[in-house]
Antibody
Framework: EVQLVESGGGLVKPGGSLRLSCVAS????????MNWVRQAPGKGLEWVSS????????YYADSVKGRFTISRDNAKNSLYLQMNTLRAEDTAVYFC??????????????WGQGTLVTVSS | EIVLTQSPATLSLSPGERATLSCRAS??????LGWYQQKPGQAPRLLIY???NRATGIPARFSGSGSGTDFTLTISSLEPEDFAVYHC????????FGQGTKLEIK
């Protein structure tokens, strides 16, 4: 069974940093592009970042470019999101999601349960 | 950025009825349109990809149609577990989501 488990969320002050992790199991991690998607309280979904299996291709939403860094450790089946210079508007549940199929940009399936990041003084 | 507009914002129906949800793109996304279902406190689940293909394990009562800028998700006969929020997403140019349609019990 494919599983994605996020961790690392919490309360952080504006301007602070946080590192999210997502541990994957049940599939060959290196074969798949991985993604971060967030959802502000009571709002819709917003794509944040994607990273290919080999880390050769990395993409960011304009809203986080220059502040967030996506990375992965294929030996540990883990995906990361380093978030710096956090703002109140970054408050959201952050989901990691796998691409539906391997080796191609695709839909997000499945998703982890998410980890809540709250940016507040 | 491609903007997706979902309508209605809220849809109130009874079990057994047919649900029709709409998603309109600000420019053509060809068939690169997907639908997700999200229940309270849960992660989204992929229902439909490439406009009309059901994802693995999705019941046949869910169907998608459309191309270009206008898309529809249809649930032929609502089951109690179908009441949730539905999001559309495009992957034609980066990734964007609609604001969601809440399907509630009437």
């Amino acid at each position: 069974e494919v599983q994605l488990v996020e961790s690392g969320g919490g309360l952080v002050k504006p301007g602070g940093s946080l590192r999210l992790s997502c541990v994957a199991s049940g599939f060959t991690f290196i074969h798949y592009t991985m993604n971060w998607v967030r959802q502000a309280p009571g709002k819709g979904l917003e794509w944040v970042s994607s990273i290919s299996g080999s880390s050769a291709y990395i993409y960011y939403a304009d809203s986080v470019k220059g502040r967030f860094t996506i990375s992965r450790d294929n030996a540990k089946n883990s995906l990361y999101l380093q978030m710096n210079t956090l703002r109140a508007e970054d408050t959201a549940v952050y989901f990691c999601a796998r691409d539906r199929v391997r080796a191609a940009a695709d839909w997000f399936d499945p998703w982890g349960q998410g980890t809540l990041v709250t940016v507040s003084s | 950025e491609i903007v997706l507009t979902q309508s209605p914002a809220t849809l109130s129906l009874s079990p057994g009825e047919r649900a029709t949800l709409s998603c309109r793109a600000s420019q053509s996304v060809n068939s690169y349109l997907g639908w997700y279902q999200q229940k309270p406190g849960q992660a989204p689940r992929l229902l439909i990809y490439d406009a009309s293909n059901r994802a693995t394990g999705i019941p046949a009562r869910f169907s998608g149609s459309g191309s270009g800028t206008d898309f529809t998700l249809t649930i032929s006969s609502l089951e109690p577990e179908d009441f949730a929020v539905y999001h559309c997403q495009q992957r034609s140019n980066s990734y964007t989501f609609g604001q969601g349609t809440k399907l509630e019990i009437k």
